[in-house]
T-cell receptor, first 112, second 116 residues
Framework: NAGVTQTPKFRVLKTGQSMTLLCAQD?????MYWYRQDPGMGLRLIHY???????AKGEVPDGYNVSRLKKQNFLLGLESAAPSQTSVYFC???????????FGPGTRLTVT | AQKITQTQPGMFVQEKEAVTLDCTYD???????LFWYKQPSSGEMIFLIY??????QNATEGRYSLNFQKARKSANLVISASQLGDSAMYFC?????????????FGPGTSLSVIP
């Protein structure tokens, strides 16, 4: 039981490049989330999903897209990376009927 | 506005002693949940404990307990018998139950260092 895993762990992009971050969970959780963590800002919700095939915007969705084609996977895409997207990205999931979220190990992204 | 305040940017505690990490929250909602998460230097966020606003008993999970004082809007985390592995950032968070989206508000965190 791996819990929540994220790929890759580190990435450096140049401004304007695109990339996709992959999140996978093996707990059969309905809900999945993408956050970014910046110094002094805490965690902020980018997008989330309440089930397979659904996505919704969170607090800071601009510049990001997501897809949830399979229940266990939640992808975060950056179409044209900007230096302001330099951050640590966390994926999380939770079970229906529960409120605690379980987090992945994070992806450290640097955009130069 | 809904907000979490953690006034202690950094705390030190002697190994085997108890420590309290402060958290106050601001909400006009009657129904909400409160959480504490731990983030060690390795970076992952680890769920520690949850308290619902209507729960009458304070939540406990092993060495962690949540001192919930609803009237004061505080949800302090108490760690008993501190261990070196408790050194980490600790985040308090709140989930209002009636929101336009599935929203959890995180505080800025408190850095705890356990001294041998």
């Amino acid at each position: 039981n791996a819990g929540v895993t994220q790929t890759p762990k580190f990435r450096v992009l140049k401004t304007g490049q695109s990339m996709t971050l992959l999140c996978a969970q093996d707990m059969n959780h309905e809900y999945m989330y993408w956050y970014r963590q910046d110094p002094g800002m805490g965690l902020r919700l980018i997008h989330y999903s309440v089930g397979e095939g659904t996505t919704a915007k969170g607090e800071v969705p601009d510049g990001y897209n997501v897809s949830r084609l399979k229940k266990q996977n939640f992808l975060l895409g950056l179409e044209s990376a900007a230096p302001s997207q330099t951050s640590v990205y966390f994926c999380a999931s939770r079970a229906s009927g529960r409120y605690e979220q379980y987090f992945g190990p994070g992806t450290r992204l640097t955009v130069t | 506005a809904q907000k979490i305040t953690q006034t202690q940017p950094g705390m030190f505690v002697q190994e085997k002693e108890a420590v309290t990490l402060d958290c106050t929250y601001d909400t006009s909602d009657q129904s909400y949940g409160l959480f504490w998460y731990k983030q060690p230097s390795s970076g992952e966020m680890i769920f520690l404990i949850y308290q619902g606003s209507y729960d009458e008993q304070n939540a406990t999970e092993g060495r962690y307990s949540l001192n919930f004082q609803k009237a004061r809007k505080s949800a302090n985390l108490v760690i008993s018998a501190s261990q070196l592995g408790d050194s980490a950032m600790y985040f308090c968070a709140m989930r209002p139950m009636k929101t336009s989206y599935d929203k959890v508000i995180f505080g800025p965190g408190t850095s705890l260092s356990v001294i041998p």
